[in-house]
């Protein structure tokens, strides 16, 4: 079971405290931040930072599992569009020169106020589809992110799917993400099945008044049933931890990783 971390939590440390942390904690894998406030690469890297940043990976035993901007495609502007399309290909264009085959980018956020459901299907469609056509031809993966109010609405991410059926497009499952919607983190991955290219493990406590994040396995979420479900659909990604909770980073993470490593044992992972 190779687990990774995402770098998101570690948005107030440099890129080299960020991976010595991880390799410190065992962890395998990083996807890794791209965008405002945690650049832990960027695409204002010059070759002699990524020769840098590369060697530092390597010596740590890190692999890059993913590359992360912030992407918006739920717009109506024609230049705003624009500028997303333009930021999605340079960001395919950094991972190709940290040599990650993996983008994983967000659909849309909050639903405009006067649009139709299937108004916002097509303005995400107009964005996402030139960006789909330029990772194929560099051998990239898109992962679109169950994330924000469109984003983790299953049905417009299912339809996505259909209408752009690349091999070369498919999701980041956040289990969270999907949870604090109210949709079934085990439906989804029977219905987007093969797709899921990434994961986002991150557990949360929904059952109080206030939601809040946690550990792996110390909230609501049943981590034992998603795992089983990822290994019947033929998941073969990383499992890249989340973690949101209240404590630091290393903490959430070395228990989430402790709790992980015991359930892909007793799952055979």
Not at 137 to 147: I, T
Not at 157 to 184: H, K, R
Not at 240 to 254: H, N
Request: net charge negative; charged share 30%; aromatic share 8%.
């Amino acid at each position: 079971m190779k687990l990774a971390a995402n770098t998101y939590c570690y948005r107030a440390l440099d890129r080299e405290s960020v991976f010595r942390s991880m390799a410190g904690l065992g962890l395998k894998g990083v996807e890794i931040i791209t965008h405002d406030p945690c650049y832990h690469v960027d695409t204002l890297d010059t070759v002699e930072i990524r020769e840098k940043t590369l060697k530092l990976l390597d010596e740590l035993g890190l692999e890059i599992v993913a590359i992360s901007p912030h992407t918006e495609f739920l717009v109506f502007d024609k230049r705003e569009r624009r500028q997303q399309i333009e930021h999605s290909m340079a960001q395919i264009d950094l991972a190709e020169l940290y040599g990650v085959k993996l983008v994983r980018i967000f659909s849309g956020g909050k639903v405009p106020e006067g649009r139709t459901w299937r108004e916002c299907v097509d303005a995400v469609l107009e964005g996402l589809k030139p960006c789909v056509e330029y990772a194929e031809k560099r051998g990239m993966r898109l992962a679109v992110e169950s994330h924000g109010q469109f984003g983790n609405d299953l049905e417009a991410m299912l339809t996505i799917l259909d209408e752009i059926n690349s091999p070369m497009f498919g999701v980041t499952l956040d289990t969270a993400n999907f949870t604090y919607y109210n949709v079934d983190v085990i439906e989804a991955i029977e219905k987007i099945n093969k797709r899921i290219y990434h994961t986002h493990l991150k557990d949360c406590c929904i059952s109080s008044e206030k939601r809040y994040g946690t550990a792996v396995g110390e909230g609501d979420l049943d981590f034992h049933a998603i795992l089983k479900k990822l290994i019947e659909v033929g998941y073969s990604g990383a499992y890249c931890i989340e973690y949101e909770g209240k404590s630091t980073p290393e903490e959430g993470f070395r228990r989430s990783i402790e709790y992980l490593n015991k359930l892909g044992s007793e799952l055979g992972l």
